[in-house]
């Protein structure tokens, strides 16, 4: 699958930032603009694996509680259990399978 993004490059006096408008927690920086747009390639990568969890989760009857500052909160009213996705970028493995446990939900 591939996606079309628009990164934001800007000069900072400590080097450079870049960011993805279009996915939050994707925002990097680096002391060179070669370095910046590296990070920022694995902030994507797993800004999108957040996005792929969000939808297993809706598609297995999970629903959008709120949005904090920090977490997402997905409810599954089948069993009324809750749980919350850190909004930031990273969401490994193990935490999929935590979070997907704590909603009852099978695994993606």
Not at 2 to 12: G, L, M, P, R, Y
Not at 19 to 40: D, H, K
Not at 42 to 65: D, F, Y
Not at 80 to 94: C, T
């Amino acid at each position: 699958m591939q996606f079309e993004f628009t990164a934001v490059f800007e000069k900072v006096p400590e080097g450079y930032i870049a960011f993805v408008e279009e996915l939050p927690g994707a925002n990097t920086q680096g002391e060179t603009i070669e370095e910046a747009r590296e990070n920022l390639k694995e902030a994507i990568q797993l800004s999108v694996k957040r996005r792929e969890l969000i939808r297993h989760l809706e598609r297995t009857g999970c629903e959008l509680l709120r949005e904090g500052g920090r977490h997402t909160v997905f409810v599954n009213r089948a069993t009324g259990k809750a749980s919350v996705i850190p909004r930031h970028r990273e969401i490994n493995d193990f935490l999929a399978r935590k979070i997907c446990r704590d909603l009852e939900v099978p695994t993606p």
